[in-house]
């Protein structure tokens, strides 16, 4: 199938206190709640591109929205509807035209966010491979010698990262994440976090889906640990196509690697100005995301 062109939005307007705008989401101010507009923008390197991706906006607010519901007995979560019809009657202050919104919009519990991305590894990619190259190690975590690109890791690992609203994450050890947030918050993050990977993992499995690693974000509600922002996205994952999986090459995914490749491809040196997307890769990556949702929700 095509890709329809429906109209993008790369930041909106709704009527309502604008809290923040995040890489993706347009955050809206509503005392204990936040409504969330998950825009078509799409970061790469730590860049926002020029070139919005079409449905894409649409496509994580709907992933998300299906995890936050099948998880929500392993982990509660800050979720309270991603109905558009639902959001008008709670909210019927803020502007939501069906043509724009529909679909990409969800109502949260505001939470006290914990400052750091948790971050669950199966395969051996990314700056994990990096540092493995380096050191034989991810994050503090010692891995067996003659590992290649995209080799499964004898067990998922957790790695903690750095929450930058601006830049890059930086990893972080465990021992560190335990200073920042504590040695009991630390060690229930990891908890969950592994917990959710492995459950996630042979979900997308079954669905012909490598989950290669994930990131979640965590804060309190009430006093509780919740899951906040998105689930198991493609912007927040690796998703990898089980049928083309092979060990000591980058695999064929449904996420925005595909961009990366693309970036890395033209000599992009990573510092602005950020170049456009051409039309195929622009759809390219919507059709990568499309088939993410597809599989995941079947």
Same mark, same amino acid.
Request: glycine fraction near 4%; aromatic fraction near 12%; charge should be positive.
């Given at each position: 199938m095509g890709v329809t062109l429906a109209k993008t939005i790369q930041s909106s307007d709704i009527g309502l206190p604008l809290k923040a705008r995040g890489k993706v989401r347009d955050i809206y101010e509503l005392g204990d709640k936040l409504l969330l507009v998950a825009t078509d923008r799409l970061s790469a390197f730590d860049h926002i591109l020029p070139t919005p991706i079409p449905e894409k906006g649409k496509l994580l607010t709907?992933?998300?929205?299906?995890?936050?519901?099948?998880?929500?007995?392993?982990?509660?979560?800050?979720?309270?509807?991603?109905? $558009?019809?639902?959001?008008?009657? $709670?909210?019927?202050?803020?502007?939501?035209?069906?043509? $724009?919104?529909?679909?990409?919009?969800?109502? @949260?519990?505001?939470?006290?966010?914990?400052?750091?991305? @948790?971050?669950?590894?199966?395969?051996?990619?990314?700056?994990g491979w990096k540092d493995y190259q380096k050191t034989g190690a991810v994050c503090g975590h010692a891995l067996p010698k003659g590992l290649q690109l995209a080799s499964r890791l004898p067990q998922p690992i957790f790695t903690p990262a750095t929450k930058a609203d601006t830049g890059h994450d930086e990893n972080i050890s465990r021992e560190q994440l335990a200073k920042m947030v504590g040695a009991d918050v630390a060690a229930e993050l990891e908890r969950l976090t592994l917990k959710i990977y492995a459950e996630a993992a042979a979900h997308m499995e079954a669905r012909g889906i490598i989950l290669a690693d994930t990131k979640f974000e965590f804060g309190f509600i009430d006093g509780k640990l919740c899951i906040i922002d998105e689930m198991l996205t493609p912007d927040s994952s690796r !998703?990898?196509?089980?049928?083309?999986?092979?060990?000591?090459?980058?695999?064929?995914? !449904?996420?925005?690697? !595909?961009v990366r490749d693309y970036l890395e491809k033209i000599g992009w040196d990573k510092n602005p100005p950020v170049p456009p997307l051409p039309d195929d890769v622009a759809r390219g990556t919507t059709e990568r995301y499309r088939e993410a949702f597809r599989r995941i929700t079947a």
């Open positions: 709907q992933v998300s929205a299906f995890w936050f519901k099948k998880t929500a007995e392993l982990v509660p979560n800050h979720l309270i509807s991603a109905d $558009l019809a639902e959001i008008r009657r $709670l909210v019927p202050q803020a502007k939501l035209p069906d043509e $724009l919104y529909d679909g990409r919009v969800m109502l @949260c519990k505001k939470a006290k966010r914990v400052d750091a991305e @948790c971050v669950a590894r199966g395969y051996l990619v990314g700056s !998703f990898w196509d089980k049928a083309a999986y092979k060990v000591g090459v980058s695999p064929e995914s !449904f996420d925005k690697q !595909f």
